[in-house]
């Protein structure tokens, strides 16, 4: 078969009947539609596809979806010995969708879909960097592939975010506004969220002189969602990535946000802010707290390098 779809049946998108019946319907000879709604379903499916000779793995979901689906093709390969991974497209029906809106096409699903169906091979793709997340947890190493990552205020926002019920971009830019004004002065969400998180890192091998980190991204795109250009570098290289790491506390980090929109860096006492090859975070509890692609993990400690180049359908 040319072209796989994976429809992970927990996103926004496809929670609706009528979109996942039309989804359905694109099944043919050429096409094979996957449904999912657990991640351990994705080893079983990229093999599949990859056994079939894919020229196209279209990924329908959130940013979660996409990170998984990198993930599952990364380990394939390794296992498989495939010289050649298919072209990867995202079709974006989460809730936010920040990986899809910087690499992605744009546009109604299903005319997307319908369009890459009819030409997988003639497709206009790209080749994407990648991060690879290697997380030291309580029980054994755990490897993945994605787009941005994230610890510090990172982790805190989507806590945050989730424990209201993480309903998409008006959500977030509602909780983004509270914390920048409560910056000035001295609310409770700003400190909570702003304030360092103890940690260690270390950064090409060496030991950063920081207690901990207010904010800490890295990334191979360059919005992180609402305009945030924290990583504005992203995506120059595919053997570094941009890293950006500050100990500010919340009186001095939250008004340089206006920067971040700018796409400048954040600047003062004790920041990072350079493309690296890769960069360590030791966590003092076993359950620290970070963030992948917009999905939350705990660990001893991470390790960030740079991933595989993936081919990625673009606009």
């Known amino acids: 078969m040319r072209v796989h779809v994976v429809a992970n049946l927990n996103a926004r998108g496809l929670r609706a009947s009528a979109l996942l019946e039309r989804v359905r319907t694109r099944a043919s000879a050429d096409v094979c539609v996957h449904e999912t709604t657990s991640v351990d379903d994705l080893d079983g499916i990229v093999r599949r596809a990859l056994d079939d000779g894919a020229s196209l793995v279209v990924l329908a979901g959130g940013d979660g979806t996409f990170m998984s689906g990198v993930t599952a093709l990364d380990h394939a ?8 991974l ?7 029906l989460g809730t936010v969708g920040t990986v899809a809106r910087n690499l992605g096409e744009r546009g109604e699903p299903l005319a997307l879909l319908d369009r890459w169906i009819a030409d997988p091979e003639g497709v206009h793709a790209l080749p994407r960097p990648t ?22 205020l990172v982790a ?9 019920g993480a309903t ?22 700003a400190d909570r969220i702003l304030s360092p998180m103890p940690c260690e890192l270390e950064v090409d091998g060496v030991r950063q002189p920081i207690a901990g980190v207010s904010l800490l991204c890295a990334a191979v795109v360059r919005d992180l969602g609402l305009g945030m250009k924290v990583c504005y570098r992203a995506g120059e ?33 004790g920041h990072v802010d350079a493309l690296v090859e890769r960069f360590t975070v030791r966590f003092p509890e076993p359950d620290g707290p970070w963030v992948l692609d917009g999905d939350m993990f705990r660990a001893r400690s991470i390790t960030v390098t740079a991933g595989p180049v993936m081919r990625v359908v673009a606009p």
């Open 77 to 84: 390969r390794a296992t498989m010995g495939v010289t050649r």
């Open 86 to 92: 298919p072209t990867v497209a995202l079709l974006p």
């Open 131 to 152: 991060l690879r997340v290697t997380s030291e947890t309580a029980t054994g190493p755990e490897d993945r592939v994605g787009f941005i990552v994230g610890t510090g």
């Open 156 to 164: 805190k926002f989507f806590e945050e975010y989730e424990a209201r």
């Open 168 to 189: 998409g971009v008006p959500l977030a830019g509602r909780i983004v506004a509270r914390v920048f004004a409560e910056s000035f002065t001295g609310g409770p969400l």
């Open 237 to 269: 290289r595919t053997d570094r990535f941009h890293l950006v790491a500050s100990a500010l506390r919340p009186a001095e980090l939250g008004p340089r946000a206006p920067r971040v929109i700018m796409g400048k860096t954040i600047g003062g006492d």
